[in-house]
């Protein structure tokens, strides 16, 4: 056969084998998969596509198997990834899509009403009618309205503006959106210039009857309206007429003022409230009346203010150890502490409150006012500041023109996720047109004073109007800046064109630091003014709170100072002590050599040696005996030493005494023998320099002729001088030529 003829017949025969292999296996599966088959269906499993699509790839060929598992895997994955997903945060969270519901109306909106020509500022908010339940936000919007322009602010604030001169009602929808779905509100009616009906009042009250002079005492009132509730007044005469607004919204309302009686004993005060609704209908409580009590009762100021929080209860006299204590930082910070304000009715005055972030993360800022919400508008009040970044928020405090003149306490509240800061307001109102003003002045001495010291104030009153001569009341008072009275006096005065007043309080010592007012009011009839000045109330330093908060550290201080004062006298003892023992030891080595005790003496010098941690040699005390011979001469030589160094002594006394005095007539003479030289030496200058010599003459004649070189030639020559003013060096030269010649 040929080649390719066997090749072919080799792969025929190995193709059959194959197909007879594959046939055997084929066999063998199917009686498995009967076996198979017939156990699911003996214990009960049915038989659907799921299991019919395992047997299948389980009985699949090797190809067919593969291909499968690979869509098995794919379709697997894919499932997964469509059923978990994983949050930003690392949280699995089930993927199972839910459906958007729309935005919840939870409650009807209530009818709106105001009077012609004015606005309704601030209605309501939409975000309490609405919510999301996927938490989402939402928008608003509103059915169209004639005559009737409307503005939706932050967190769905309500304003309506109606045209002017228009009266009547119009209705208005409004829609929540959450970007899906929507949902309405109800229909709201807006009424303009139709309420004439006016709110209703009932059971005024207060709820003490007992009341004594700085008594707190909470007045009260409830409302009722036909449309809506707006805003009150409460009046209250204490000698003069003083006012305090407040608002309050729905159909049904109570008007509440917490206040502090400042009138003296057995003096009457009047109070009433005043209410408005949104159409400025307005309505008034009967005139109350009642008599301060002649019994003075102990009363505390309250611990915190009705608009801030003031959560220092304890004593309040500052100790040392307080002082040094770490303040609670917060991560803003604000350029002011308080507003001061002062106002005339239809006024306005502006300031900037100025924010910085402090800390290291962005921070959400509310700001919120309270109490004096009619008087005060801020150019923002929510906002966000990144690290380092700072907000400049401007605030108009206005006087409305029917403000009632008098003092009106309130706050401002700024407030982040976790730090809050309460900035306290006080805000006088005077009326547009005086009949004579109060101007309140602290002399810059009692600009901060201490607790329990006196603060001085002058007061001032001037007639405007040059009216006619009056008794003027004036009363004062030492405030806080939340409107808590701490000291009050009234007086009446003689009022001509003007008046000059210097009056005091003494601050409590019990009183916390902090900013405070001294307050005055004057008044005539109807006629009221008034005006107030700041000052601060410094640190009190106790030392009696000192000691209290101290005692252990006192206690830890004195001991140690104790314990080193006994270690420094234990020491300086043992020194005392370790010498007196030096001392007699060497006495005692002494005594041992004057009686021949040479062994003991050997044995004391080592043992002193060796205590005092020198060391001895080993010479010593290998060779004892050459040790003891050298103590012997050693001794011996100094007891003869010393007796003829007093021979000595004795005997040369005496001459001693002679060498002394040769000494001193050395001395005497040496001072003589310079006397006489000098003496020589002037002599013999005297006799060179007389007029008489010629050598002198000849000197002078030489020096003129030097000068006169020196003038022609312009060429300086030195001729130092001794002290006398004489010709010194050149003098000499000249001098030495002179004596040569006449030897010559």
């Known amino acids: 056969m040929r080649r390719g003829e066997r090749g072919q017949e080799k792969r025929r025969k190995r193709g059959k084998a194959r197909e007879k292999k594959e046939r055997k296996k084929r066999r063998a599966w199917g009686k498995k998969n009967k076996q198979i088959k017939h156990n699911l269906n003996t214990a009960g499993f049915p038989r659907n596509k799921v299991f019919k699509l395992c047997l299948g790839i389980i009985y699949m060929e090797k190809k067919s198997v593969v291909i499968t598992m690979a869509f098995f895997v794919f379709f697997m994955f894919f499932g997964l990834v469509s059923v978990f997903a994983f949050n930003e945060s690392g949280e699995i969270y089930v993927g199972v899509e839910v459906v958007n519901s729309p935005p919840s109306f939870l409650s009807l909106i209530p009818n709106q009403s105001w009077a012609m020509n004015t606005n309704l500022t601030g209605a309501f908010l939409l975000d309490d009618y609405f919510s999301d339940a996927e938490g989402e936000v939402l928008n608003y919007s509103y059915s169209g309205v004639d005559n009737i322009s409307l503005v939706i602010g932050e967190f769905g604030n309500v304003s309506f503006y109606s045209d002017f001169g228009f009266e009547g009602i119009r209705n208005i929808t409004f829609y929540a959106s959450d970007g899906v779905g929507n949902s309405s509100s109800n229909v709201v009616y807006l009424k303009v210039g139709l309420d004439k009906e006016s709110p209703q009042w009932q059971n005024a009250s207060k709820d003490k009857s007992d009341i004594s002079q700085n008594d707190f005492v909470n007045f009260s009132a409830y409302w009722s309206d036909n449309e809506a509730l ?95 204590k770490t303040k609670e930082t917060k991560r803003f910070e604000l350029n002011v502490d308080s507003f001061k304000i002062s106002l005339k009715q239809g006024h306005t005055e502006t300031r900037i409150l100025e924010i910085i972030n402090t800390g290291n993360t962005e921070l959400n800022f509310d700001l919120t006012v309270f109490g004096v919400t009619d008087f005060v508008k801020l150019s923002d009040s929510s906002f966000k500041l990144q690290p380092g970044e700072k907000k400049r928020v401007t605030i108009d405090f206005s006087a409305f023109s029917r403000a009632f003149p008098g003092q009106y306490f309130g706050e401002l509240e700024v407030r982040t996720d976790s730090d809050h800061s309460s900035i306290p307001i006080v ?159 060497l006495t005692q080595l002494k005594e041992f050599v004057k009686q021949g005790r040479y062994d003991d003496a050997i044995d004391l010098y080592v043992r002193l040696k060796t205590n005092y941690g020198e060391i001895v040699s080993n010479d010593v005390l290998e060779d004892r005996e050459r040790f003891k011979e050298e103590i012997k001469k050693l001794s011996s030589k100094i007891n003869v030493d010393r007796k003829n160094v007093l021979q000595k002594t004795k005997g040369d006394e005496g001459a001693v005494t002679k060498d002394k005095n040769m000494i001193q007539d050395t001395k005497k003479d040496k001072k003589d023998l310079g006397k006489i030289r000098k003496k020589n030496i002037e002599n013999k200058k005297a006799k060179i320099f007389s007029e008489d010599n010629d050598e002198s003459k000849e000197l002078k004649n030489i020096v003129e002729d030097v000068k006169k070189k020196q003038k022609q030639e312009g060429v300086k020559i030195k001729i130092s001088k001794d002290k006398d003013g004489k010709v010194l060096e050149e003098k000499r030269k000249i001098i030495k030529k002179i004596e040569k010649k006449k030897v010559a």
């Open 230 to 324: 707006s805003s009150f007044i409460f009046s209250i005469y204490q000698g003069s007429w003083v006012n305090y607004s407040d608002t309050f919204s729905g159909v049904n309302n109570i008007s509440l003022r917490n206040f502090q009686i400042s009138a003296p004993p057995s003096s009457m005060v009047s109070w009433f409230f005043c209410g408005y609704d949104t159409s400025d209908n307005m309505n008034c409580t009967d005139v109350e009346n009642f008599s301060v009590s002649s019994s003075q009762t102990s009363t505390s100021n309250p611990s915190s203010s009705s608009y801030g929080d003031d959560d220092d209860d304890s004593e309040s006299s500052t100790s040392m150890f307080d002082i040094f």
């Open 427 to 585: 805000i006088d109102v005077n009326f547009l047109d005086l009949e004579f003003e109060v101007d309140v002045d602290i002399p810059d001495k009692y600009d901060r004073v201490r607790a329990g010291k006196i603060v001085f104030a002058d007061i001032k009153i001037l007639n405007v109007k040059d009216i006619s001569s009056l008794n003027v009341t004036l009363y004062t008072a030492l405030k806080d800046f939340y409107g808590n009275i701490y000291d009050s006096k009234q007086e009446v005065v003689f009022l001509t064109s003007s008046l000059d007043l210097v009056s005091n309080f003494t601050i409590p010592k019990d009183v916390k630091e902090g900013n405070y007012l001294f307050y005055a009011r004057a008044s005539s009839g109807e006629i009221v003014a008034l005006d107030s000045d700041e000052f601060e109330v410094g640190v009190r330093v106790s030392f009696a709170a000192f000691l209290r908060s101290s005692f252990v550290f006192i206690m830890i201080f004195l001991f140690s100072v104790f314990t080193l004062v006994l270690i420094s006298k234990y020491r300086q003892e043992k020194q005392k002590e370790k010498i007196l023992s030096l001392y007699m030891t």
